[in-house]
């Protein structure tokens, strides 16, 4: 990463979960960070360890407004945008703006810096797939006026917006389409299958599992994630790229393996499932294992493993 030293990233959503350990990666690697979050559902506890390290500046913006930052910048990262399922249906109009006006705030600070735009596009591009896995050729099988849409076609927007001023004006562009990921920083709130399987695990109380627990995830640690973003990023790939582990589990799986680590043995609870909520998510990486030479290196019960001090400090410090 020795491409990254002494260069400038502007991050949109710096202080979300994903986003603060791009941060908090690319400070590591000498990068001067301009950190943008409105802070709607990122947390400035997630990027406290990096107040008053040279080059890190946070500034408290929406980015769906005219977006400036003074001198050179390299690149542009965008990261902003509510992205678990509590959020979006909590914020549907706010989704809809950020994944298409904070893309165009975002390419049109690109385009005048003559920097290289990054999208954190998402597997929800997919839908529920009638494809498994999913190659960066598929299209997509996604209901556009489910309530989940909002955030399906924000993105998908997103990515033809990039493309388009790929296109247009010859900008650098790179597009990751993210799958699910896990680790510290992650909202106990969020409404995701590990902090609430977690939560549940530590509380002593059933595990909540949607439907009969057979539908899959990829479950990638963060990482392995934010090494296969940055590689993308200095990479010259425009097209969209998979970044996410090709090891398909179910949530009774899940649920399951959660227990272990934690060290418990609660029974399962089941309820309905979500609208438009995906049968089967598994990326096909063939891609970035070709061109990035990336793939997931830390196993789920692993990351997990890692992963648990984080929930017992979020919770400890709720009790």
């Given at each position: 990463m020795d491409e990254l030293?002494?260069?400038h990233a502007v991050v949109l959503g710096g202080a979300g979960f994903l986003g603060s350990h791009l941060c908090a990666r690319?400070?590591?690697a000498g990068a001067s960070v301009t950190c943008i979050d409105n802070f709607i559902t990122g947390r400035p506890t997630n990027i406290e360890h990096l107040v008053g390290k040279p080059?890190?500046?946070i500034i408290d913006y929406d980015v769906t407004d005219y977006i400036h930052v003074s001198g050179p910048v390299d690149?542009?990262?965008?990261?902003a945008s509510p992205a678990s399922p509590v959020d979006y249906l909590r914020w549907p109009i706010h989704t809809l703006k950020v994944g298409a006006m904070g893309t165009h705030k975002g390419l049109g600070l690109a385009l005048a810096k003559s920097a290289t735009f990054l999208l954190a596009s998402t597997s929800e591009v997919?839908?529920?797939p009638l494809v498994n896995p999913q190659p960066e050729a598929y299209w997509g099988n996604v209901n556009p006026i489910g309530p989940r849409g909002v955030y399906d076609e924000a993105k998908r927007y997103a990515e033809a917006l990039s493309l388009a001023y790929q296109r247009e004006h010859g900008l650098s562009v790179r597009i990751a389409r993210i799958f699910n990921t896990y680790g510290p920083h992650m909202r106990v709130d969020d409404g995701r299958a590990i902090p609430a399987f977690f939560q549940a695990a530590l509380q002593g109380r059933p595990l909540p599992v949607h439907g009969d627990g057979t539908q899959t995830r990829s479950?990638?640690?963060v990482k392995d994630l934010i090494e296969g973003i940055l590689r993308l990023l200095?990479?010259?790939?425009?097209?969209?790229?998979?970044?996410?582990?090709p090891q398909e589990v179910s949530?009774?799986?899940l649920a399951d393996t959660v227990q272990e680590v934690v060290g418990v043995g609660s029974r399962i609870e089941f309820h309905p499932r979500p609208i438009d909520d995906p049968q089967v998510r598994c990326p096909d990486t063939t891609l970035a294992g070709e061109v990035l030479g990336w793939k997931p290196e830390i196993p789920l019960h692993e990351g997990l493993r890692l992963t648990l001090p984080w929930f017992q400090r979020e919770f400890d410090s709720r009790s």
């Open positions: 030293r002494d260069s690319l400070v590591s080059g890190f500046t690149y542009v990262i965008n990261f997919y839908g529920d479950l990638c640690f200095l990479s010259d790939h425009h097209g969209p790229m998979n970044i996410g582990n949530m009774l799986e």
